[in-house]
């Protein structure tokens, strides 16, 4: 058998090979190879999983991979669970599935995320289920300049209308005055955090350990660099060549700013993500000005939704697509090594 290789193994799904003739316990295996493939920050892939033999997939937090420095109220840990058990159902519905979620399902368990029945229901015909489907073994994050391309309002349009749920609200705008205060934003916040040692210790660690996809010795020179030099005006020079670059900013908000609502916004993100990838529209989240509570708070009130809670602030327009994958850990990595019935 070919060696895993953590940049390229995973992302070389195919659909031809559900083992459909298997048992449950192969079938969700099966399934959580595209639940692993959801973007997270600082790709920690901050998520575990145990499966139960009756058709029963249970989501718990890693906390090996919590950003406690950059992400203390576990914001950010919560939305990238969200975008794994958005993946998780959406190639569930694409295999015949009709999986029930149930959050949060143990009030003394904090790290229990949540439980995923499913059952067979026959293919439902959602075609928009099977563009985003498609798109997860695509996706990606953009991190390159956008092209001097606008996005249809129809297009802005539907992503609006796919991509909110109740309490969640997407917000996507060209405004120019809005660009020039979230800037102001980003400028601010990139500051803040790349003055903090600690906030650089957290990043040096993760980019030490390959997490972005680079080879060993450059991520253990960038991890050396990040600890020891204050970026900040570099990473701020590129965020706002980026933000001026993009056709679209967008907010991700909530009118209640609880774990449960964290985790849903997480799904809606990564619904966005796929969306914008079967369209070829890149997107490139910006979470410093959420990471910087004064900031979060004054980004609160550039919101249409007022007394909505920003969770995820992003970028979205057209641009060349990276040539790699950043690397996962494998399905067995991720699963909890007791499957109980
Ligand atoms: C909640 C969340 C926050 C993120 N914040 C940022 C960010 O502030 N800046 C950035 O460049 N990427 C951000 N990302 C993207 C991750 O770095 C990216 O998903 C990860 O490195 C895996 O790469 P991929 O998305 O290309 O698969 C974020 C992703 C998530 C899910």
């Known amino acids: 058998m070919a060696e895993y290789d953590p940049r390229v193994s995973?992302?070389?799904?195919?659909?031809?090979?559900?083992?459909?003739?298997?048992?449950?316990?192969?079938?969700?295996?099966?399934?959580?190879?595209?639940?692993?493939?959801?973007?997270?920050?600082?790709?920690?892939?901050?998520?575990?999983?145990?499966?139960?033999?009756?058709?029963?997939?249970?989501?718990?937090?890693?906390?090996?991979?919590?950003?406690r420095v950059a992400d203390p109220?576990?914001?950010?840990?919560?939305?990238?669970?969200?975008?794994?058990?958005?993946?998780?159902?959406?190639?569930?519905?694409?295999f015949g599935f009709d999986p029930k979620v149930k959050y949060l399902p143990d009030a003394n368990d904090s790290d229990y995320i949540a439980s995923i029945?499913?059952?067979?229901?026959?293919?439902?015909g959602n075609i928009d289920n099977s563009r985003q489907f498609k798109a997860i073994t695509e996706r990606h994050t953009n991190h390159k300049n956008y092209e001097r391309r606008s996005i249809e309002?129809?297009?802005l349009q539907f992503l609006e209308n796919n991509c909110s749920e109740p309490g969640i609200s997407l917000y996507l705008t060209i405004n120019a005055e809005f660009r020039q205060k979230?800037?102001?934003?980003?400028?601010?916040?990139?500051?803040?955090t790349y003055s903090n040692p600690e906030y650089r210790e957290e990043l040096a660690y993760?980019?030490?350990?390959?997490?972005?996809?680079?080879?060993?010795?450059?991520?253990?020179?960038g991890r050396l660099a990040m600890a020891y030099l204050n970026f900040g005006d570099m990473v701020m020079r590129g965020d706002e060549a980026a933000l001026m670059s993009a056709p679209v900013i967008g907010i991700i908000s909530t009118t209640t700013n609880s774990r449960l609502n964290q985790i849903r916004a997480g799904q809606v993100f990564e619904r966005l993500y796929l969306c914008a990838t079967s369209l070829g529209i890149g997107v490139r989240?910006?979470?410093?000005?959420?990471?910087?509570?004064?900031?979060?708070?004054?980004?609160?009130?550039?919101?249409?939704?007022?007394?909505?809670?920003?969770?995820?602030?992003?970028?979205?327009?057209?641009?060349?697509?990276?040539?790699?994958?950043?690397?996962?850990?494998?399905?067995?990595?991720?699963?909890?090594?007791?499957?109980?019935?």
């Open 285 to 341: 989240p910006m979470s410093q000005v959420c990471q910087v509570a004064e900031h979060k708070q004054e980004l609160a009130g550039l919101l249409p939704a007022m007394g909505n809670t920003p969770l995820q602030p992003f970028l979205l327009g057209f641009a060349e697509p990276a040539k790699e994958h950043t690397p996962r850990k494998s399905v067995d990595e991720v699963m909890l090594s007791m499957i109980y019935l």
């Open 10 to 67: 995973p992302w070389k799904l195919s659909e031809n090979d559900f083992p459909s003739t298997s048992g449950m316990i192969e079938q969700m295996k099966f399934l959580l190879g595209y639940a692993v493939l959801a973007p997270s920050s600082h790709n920690t892939q901050p998520w575990k999983f145990a499966l139960r033999d009756g058709g029963v997939v249970d989501v718990f937090t890693d906390l090996n991979g919590w950003l």
């Open 206 to 221: 993760w980019i030490g350990k390959g997490a972005f996809g680079t080879p060993w010795l450059i991520s253990q020179i």
């Open 117 to 124: 029945e499913l059952k067979k229901s026959g293919f439902d």
């Open 73 to 94: 109220d576990q914001r950010e840990l919560n939305l990238s669970i969200g975008c794994a058990i958005e993946n998780l159902l959406i190639a569930a519905r694409h």
């Open 153 to 155: 309002p129809g297009v």
């Open 182 to 192: 979230f800037d102001d934003l980003i400028v601010r916040s990139d500051a803040v």
